[in-house]
């Protein structure tokens, strides 16, 4: 046999080997779900509990014990077991000296104590190699077996072969183990589960505060004052004709909004001769939430391709029509095809289109196991290049549709822009000063500076 073939088998999963027993304490939920989950994946449990008595929540294969007697029968326990009962260790102090244990546990607040609670188990039995795992499965999911939102699993834990016990646990599970490294991360592993999307909250609370004053900014201009100068009522417009000027111009300032903090990160590094300083806050904040920026102009963009493509069946638009076709019956006079508006619409249905096709194109590439494929440069190219590039078709678009209103009287009711003209502020600034930046005698400080350079370098030799 060669010697591949020997390190093949060497790294395989060893199926036929017995399994070594492990220990819950706790019957809760959570040491039911696991322990429910651990016979099936071929381990033998044995329960550590105040109470021995059988019940039949608990699964069927699994012993029952006192915490004592079951913590002898394993080298591997799970505390499956709240925080603020962890006092009940101490006694079996001696029982679980050198014993691997798993602290699973959670809290209710973001850093609820000084101290992460595998920290505290770990000072509280300082003779035992404590593990922090599972916290971010829950037991339902492991009870159902739709583990589909949460397959991964952080461990962390200052021994590496205890750490490297449970990973085998985990990863015989189904389950993915993720090394987070020494318990000093568990702290950050025990936030996780009560975090709530929190990349996400700066783009949802700003693309509904956009949405909202342009939908309100809509409904003054199209409704309210055609109501009050023409007496037309359009309130119907509030149902698919300002929701569709709303989504776009809300996923074209979005867009820009995605390329505008490498802007003023460009801006801040060439300033400042210098890459080795921090950027603003905000700024690091807000390039952090780039993607969810861009997932969420796509959502919009999306939406607007869905309530143009529904315009044709809509009773304003055929009343429309035909009310230009009997004016022209009525008149006797066919009116000739505009060529120039025949270029003007097909103009920007194709760059709508075509910048829709780059908008999806950015959104796949985003996904994980899509970026997990392309290596960073291919990943650059198209979030950045081709980012630019959608943002140019997608300016045009909106340039070339509403371009004819810029100049005429009639759009500014009440001495306002029309909504297209204040949307393109963002994107027009966006693509100006990229323009500028790419000019050679200011890309090449900013291509020295990004590559090391300093303007006044501190620590010269
Ligand atoms: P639970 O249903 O309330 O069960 C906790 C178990 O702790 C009880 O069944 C009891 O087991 C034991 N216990 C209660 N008081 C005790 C005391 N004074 N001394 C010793 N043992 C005591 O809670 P759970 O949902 O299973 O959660 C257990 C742990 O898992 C928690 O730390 C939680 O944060 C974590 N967790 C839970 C989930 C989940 O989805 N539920 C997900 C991730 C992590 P006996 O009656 O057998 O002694």
């Not at 033998?44 to 913590?71: C, F, M, N, W």
């Not at 509904?208 to 023409?230: K, M, N, R, S």
């Not at 890459?275 to 993607?291: G, N, S």
């Not at 780059?358 to 198209?382: K, M």
């Amino acid at each position: 046999m060669n010697k591949n073939c020997s390190n093949i088998m060497a790294l395989a999963p060893s199926t036929s080997n017995k399994r070594e027993t492990v220990c819950i304490f706790g019957t809760g939920d959570f040491g039911r779900a696991l322990g429910h989950k651990m016979i099936q994946s071929g381990y033998p449990v044995v329960y550590g509990s105040r109470s021995t008595q059988i019940s039949s929540l608990i699964p069927k294969d699994a012993e029952l014990l006192s915490h004592a007697e079951a913590a002898q029968k394993a080298a591997i326990i799970i505390i499956a077991i709240q925080r603020h009962h962890y006092n009940f260790l101490i006694p079996l102090a001696e029982i679980l000296h050198g014993k691997v244990l798993v602290d699973i546990s959670n809290n209710l607040k973001l850093n609820q104590y000084p101290e992460s609670n595998a920290e505290y188990l770990a000072q509280l039995l300082p003779g035992s190699r404590v593990v922090k795992a599972f916290n971010t499965v829950s037991a339902w999911a492991l009870q159902s077996g739709t583990l589909d939102a949460s397959r991964q699993v952080f461990v962390c834990g200052d021994d590496v072969e205890a750490k490297q016990m449970v990973m085998n646990i985990v990863r015989a599970l189904g389950l993915t183990p993720l090394d987070k490294g020494s318990l000093l991360a568990a702290q950050e592993i025990e936030n996780y589960p009560l975090q709530l999307f929190p990349m996400w909250k700066f783009p949802i609370f700003l693309s509904l505060g956009l949405t909202a004053f342009f939908f309100f900014y809509c409904l003054a201009l199209d409704v309210i004052y055609t109501y009050i100068y023409e007496k037309k009522n359009f309130s119907f417009f509030i149902a698919i004709t300002i929701p569709n000027r709303v989504c776009p111009v809300v996923a074209l300032i979005l867009l820009a909004l995605v390329y505008l903090p490498g802007i003023f990160a460009a801006i801040i590094q060439l300033y400042r001769g210098t890459k080795y300083r921090r950027f603003p806050d905000w700024l690091d904040k807000w390039m952090l939430c780039r993607k969810q920026l861009g997932l969420i102009a796509l959502a919009f963009a999306s939406l607007h391709v869905v309530f143009t493509l529904v315009t044709p069946m809509r009773a304003f638009v055929s009343w429309r029509t035909s009310k230009g076709i009997i004016s022209q019956a009525l008149n006797n006079k066919t009116e000739p095809l505009n060529n120039t508006n025949a270029w003007i619409s097909d103009c920007y249905l194709a760059l709508g289109i075509l910048g829709f096709f780059l908008f999806v194109l950015l959104g796949i590439t985003s996904l994980p196991s899509v970026s997990n494929n392309v290596n960073w440069r291919e990943f650059r190219f198209v979030q950045s290049k081709l980012g630019y590039l959608a943002l140019i078709l997608c300016t045009a678009h909106t340039l070339v549709y509403g371009g004819k209103w810029f100049l005429s009287p009639s759009a500014y009711k009440w001495y306002l822009p029309n909504i297209y003209m204040l949307s393109l502020v963002i994107p027009c600034a966006v693509l100006v000063v990229k323009f500028v930046l790419i000019f050679p005698c200011v890309d090449k400080p900013l291509t020295q500076i990004r590559q090391g350079w300093e303007r006044n370098p501190k620590h010269s030799k």
